[in-house]
């Protein structure tokens, strides 16, 4: 079964950016799509970015649109997060995650990441503050 480790969170001030990186041992990396997802304390989990298994598509929430990217390294078993222009409210615990269902049914026919997903795998997550 596929392992999921995150890495790369950390403190940045408002308007920094962050590299998150999901790296993934076991199984067949490139048979999965990747979601990432965070957690701030006292609130539920949303979605960020959702790859599908080629890298071909990537969906966003509304709210990281523009700001977020989420490429993937089949070669390395690596996922990345490039965050840019972070807020204050970015400020949570980051998880990659394998959802049990593909990235668009995830988004939805407006192709903005939702908050309905489950998840058959996901790592230990990496903390990002984002704080001056």
């Known amino acids: 079964q596929v392992q999921l480790v995150e890495s790369g969170g950390g403190l940045v001030q408002p308007g920094g950016s962050l590299r998150l990186s999901c790296a993934a041992s076991?199984?067949?990396?490139?048979?999965?799509?990747i979601l990432w997802f965070r957690q701030a304390p006292g609130k539920e989990r949303e979605g960020v970015s959702c790859i599908t298994a080629s890298g071909g598509t990537k969906y966003y929430a509304d709210s990281q649109k523009g700001r977020f990217t989420i490429s993937r390294d089949n070669a390395k078993n690596t996922v990345y997060l490039q965050m840019n222009n972070l807020r204050p409210e970015d400020t949570a615990t980051y998880y990659c995650a394998i959802p049990t269902k593909p990235c668009t049914l995830i988004a939805g026919s407006r192709g903005s990441l939702s908050d309905r997903f489950d998840l058959e795998v996901w790592g230990q997550g990496t903390l990002v503050t984002v704080s001056a």
């Open positions: 076991g199984g067949t990396f490139d048979d999965y799509a």
